[in-house]
């Protein structure tokens, strides 16, 4: 959207717009015709420029002039010379002028619907060309649902909804005259039709989600007659009864209670939520539908007592207005409880303590925070530091070593690693010539050898030097082997004493190694 031809002059810059008026005095623009929404012009300054302008409802478009891809005087006269042609009086901008028609919106939504697997920008107004030549003036159900069954294509157990489609995109088109009435039939017979299949693929679920959705959509309109959304409740109430509410409950019942509709509609379903079959008590979707509209009528009490009454499902909801009304204590409690209990969504409930312990600035709890978010992030340094700052140094010295325990037995490189950079950080170089030594690991010593080299580099030599005899009597008889020690001894030449161990090795690794010229070579070059 570039701009409306009522009001593109309060949108553009005063310069811009004085050029374009001087180029319209001069009589600058010539030979302007239309050729369906696209308007061509020969605007004549120091050379002529070719100018096109889309029009589409008063909104232009797209632009193009020769002299450039911005918005030019060329452009802003053409648009001017298009206001006393199509007899549009100039008025303030306002927002609300560039944005984009509802139906159109509802378009691109259901097209993302249907084609999900299709890269963005290339499905908008897709099913609007499938239903373009669609009549919806006969929307007897029975009509439109033969339309949903005969025209598919594809295997018998993951058929692409041809006909739905088709309908679909009219309704698109209705719904932006207003005519619900004709969108819930469409979206009624295609969610029935579907549910009578005996298996459900992945095209029929994205092809009647996206129908639940029109219903969804033309239920939370305001201008709905009461009539209309008395049908639908209705439909939606009954439905549970068949496999159409099976496979989209969760889709309808958020079509009757996602919106503020008035009290009555609210009650009734709430009511109907409350009646279903005990199959559907304990489901997600119903559960918070339920607790929705009881908030939404005003009775926060009964919405609390409900959602306690299933604290595992509501635990975040809970955390969160314990929140909001400030009951840090309580946030905390749902908390700490989540984690201690068999819940899987403990990621958010860490980040809700986070955020509760920040608030309220209770620091041991984000210690907590920050030892678990650096042992689950394959430990992140910022962690490590974050939490450090939150001691003083007397402190920490006690507290570091629970960091070490934490990441538990070093049976992996990672934990290896993460320990060895602890000992390094804290600059506690006995205790790491230690862990070396138990653990006579050949990457950790190539990360800790710079800094051990001062006070303990007999523990480094050694890893080294056993490594590369170990390595040498395990190497296969093949031309890569050569390149292979290369590479280590790339990695391991970093100070002159690991350059000396090699040549002091070198007699005894060719006297190791059968294909003694390519080793020579490789021991060679780097040194």
Same mark, same amino acid.
């Given at each position: 959207?570039?701009?409306?031809?009522?009001?593109?002059?309060?949108?553009?810059e005063?310069?811009?717009?004085?050029?374009a008026?001087?180029?319209?005095?001069?009589?600058?623009?010539?030979?302007?015709?239309?050729?369906?929404?696209?308007?061509?012009?020969?605007?004549?300054d120091?050379?002529?420029y070719k100018?096109?302008?889309?029009?589409?409802?008063?909104k232009?478009?797209d632009?193009?002039?020769s002299? =450039?891809?911005?918005?030019?005087?060329?452009?802003?006269?053409?648009l001017?010379?298009?206001q006393?042609?199509?007899?549009?009086?100039?008025?303030?901008?306002?927002p609300?002028?560039?944005?984009?028609e509802?139906?159109?919106?509802?378009?691109?939504?259901i097209?993302?619907?249907?084609?999900?697997?299709?890269?963005?920008?290339?499905k908008?107004?897709?099913?609007?060309k499938?239903g373009? @030549?669609?009549?919806l003036?006969?929307?007897?159900?029975?009509?439109? $649902?033969v339309i949903?069954?005969?025209?598919?294509t594809?295997r018998?157990m993951?058929?692409?909804?041809?006909?739905?489609?088709?309908?679909?995109?009219?309704a698109?088109?209705?719904? *932006?005259?207003?005519?619900?009435?004709?969108?819930?039939?469409?979206?009624?017979?295609?969610?029935?039709?579907?549910?009578e299949?005996?298996?459900i693929?992945?095209s029929?679920?994205?092809?009647g989600?996206?129908a639940a959705a029109?219903?969804?959509e033309?239920?939370?309109?305001?201008?709905i007659?009461?009539?209309?959304?008395? $049908?639908?409740?209705?439909?939606?109430t009954?439905?549970w009864?068949?496999?159409?509410?099976?496979?989209?409950h969760?889709?309808?019942?958020?079509?009757?209670t996602s919106?503020?509709?008035?009290?009555?509609?609210?009650v009734?379903a709430t009511k109907?939520?409350?009646?279903?079959?005990?199959?559907?008590?304990?489901?997600d979707?119903?559960? #918070?539908?339920?607790?929705?509209l009881?908030?939404?009528? *005003?009775?926060?009490?009964?919405?609390?007592?409900?959602?306690?009454?299933d604290?595992?499902?509501?635990?975040?909801?809970?955390?969160?207005e314990?929140?909001?009304?400030?009951?840090?204590? #309580?946030?905390?409690k749902?908390?700490y409880?989540?984690?201690?209990s068999? #819940?899987?969504?403990?990621?958010?409930?860490w980040e809700?303590? @986070?955020?509760?312990?920040?608030?309220?600035?209770?620091?041991?709890?984000?210690?907590?925070?920050?030892?678990y978010s650096y042992?689950? =992030?394959?430990f992140?340094?910022?962690?490590?530091?974050?939490?450090?700052?939150t001691?003083?140094?007397?402190?920490?010295?006690?507290?570091?070593?629970?960091?070490?325990? &934490?990441?538990g037995?070093?049976?992996t490189?990672?934990?290896?690693?993460?320990?060895?950079?602890i000992?390094?950080?804290e600059? #506690? &170089?006995?205790s790491?010539?230690?862990?070396?030594?138990?653990f %006579?690991?050949?990457l950790?010593?190539?990360?800790?050898?710079v800094?051990?080299?001062k006070t303990?580099?007999?523990?480094? $030599?050694k890893?080294?030097?056993?490594f590369?005899?170990?390595?040498?009597?395990?190497?296969?008889?093949n *031309?890569?082997?050569?390149? $292979?020690?290369?590479?280590?001894?790339?990695?391991?030449?970093?100070?002159?004493? =690991?350059?000396?161990m090699?040549?002091?090795?070198? =007699?005894?690794?060719?006297?190791? @190694?059968?294909?003694?010229?390519?080793?020579?070579?490789?021991?060679?070059? %780097?040194?």
């Open positions: 959207m570039i701009a409306t031809l009522s009001s593109f002059a309060s949108q553009f005063p310069a811009l717009l004085e050029k008026k001087s180029l319209i005095d001069n009589n600058a623009i010539q030979l302007l015709s239309n050729k369906e929404l696209n308007w061509d012009a020969v605007v004549m120091k050379k002529n100018v096109t302008v889309r029009v589409e409802k008063n232009v478009t632009v193009f002039c002299c =450039s891809p911005a918005v030019c005087p060329h452009i802003t006269a053409v001017y010379a298009l006393v042609k199509l007899d549009i009086k100039p008025e303030e901008f306002k609300e002028f560039l944005a984009p509802p139906a159109k919106v509802l378009g691109n939504k097209n993302n619907m249907i084609w999900t697997s299709r890269a963005e920008n290339t908008d107004g897709e099913l609007e499938l373009a @030549h669609l009549s003036k006969d929307t007897n159900i029975t009509k439109l $649902r949903v069954r005969k025209d598919r594809g018998p993951n058929p692409i909804f041809v006909g739905a489609h088709k309908l679909m995109g009219a698109i088109r209705e719904y *932006g005259k207003a005519n619900y009435e004709a969108v819930f039939d469409v979206a009624r017979a295609v969610l029935e039709e579907i549910g299949l005996k298996a693929a992945n029929a679920m994205e092809t989600e996206a029109l219903m969804e033309i239920y939370n309109q305001p201008d007659s009461p009539e209309l959304r008395n $049908r639908i409740f209705t439909w939606v009954n439905s009864k068949d496999k159409t509410y099976q496979y989209f969760e889709f309808l019942i958020r079509a009757v919106c503020a509709t008035e009290t009555p509609f609210s009734k109907l939520l409350q009646q279903l079959p005990k199959s559907y008590n304990t489901d979707a119903v559960a #918070e539908a339920l607790q929705r009881l908030k939404r009528q *005003g009775n926060n009490k009964a919405s609390r007592e409900f959602m306690y009454k604290v595992p499902r509501f635990r975040i909801k809970l955390i969160e314990a929140f909001d009304n400030k009951d840090f204590a #309580e946030a905390k749902l908390a409880d989540g984690l201690a068999e #819940e899987t969504n403990k990621e958010d409930i809700w303590l @986070h955020k509760v312990a920040t608030a309220d600035n209770d620091v041991p709890a984000l210690r907590r925070y920050y030892q042992l689950n =992030s394959k992140d340094e910022t962690f490590y530091e974050k939490c450090r700052a001691y003083d140094e007397e402190e920490w010295t006690r507290a570091y070593p629970k960091w070490i325990e &934490a990441i037995e070093p049976g490189d990672e934990k290896k690693l993460a320990i060895a950079d000992y390094m950080r600059e #506690e &170089a006995d790491l010539a230690m862990f070396l030594e138990k %006579p690991d050949y950790l010593a190539l990360e800790t050898q800094f051990l080299e303990h580099p007999l523990v480094v $030599r890893v080294f030097h056993n590369f005899l170990a390595y040498t009597k395990q190497a296969q008889h *031309g890569e082997v050569g390149q $292979r020690i290369r590479s280590l001894l790339g990695y391991a030449c970093k100070t002159p004493w =690991s350059k000396k090699i040549k002091e090795l070198r =007699s005894k690794l060719l006297e190791l @190694h059968p294909t003694w010229k390519s080793f020579k070579a490789a021991l060679s070059k %780097p040194l």
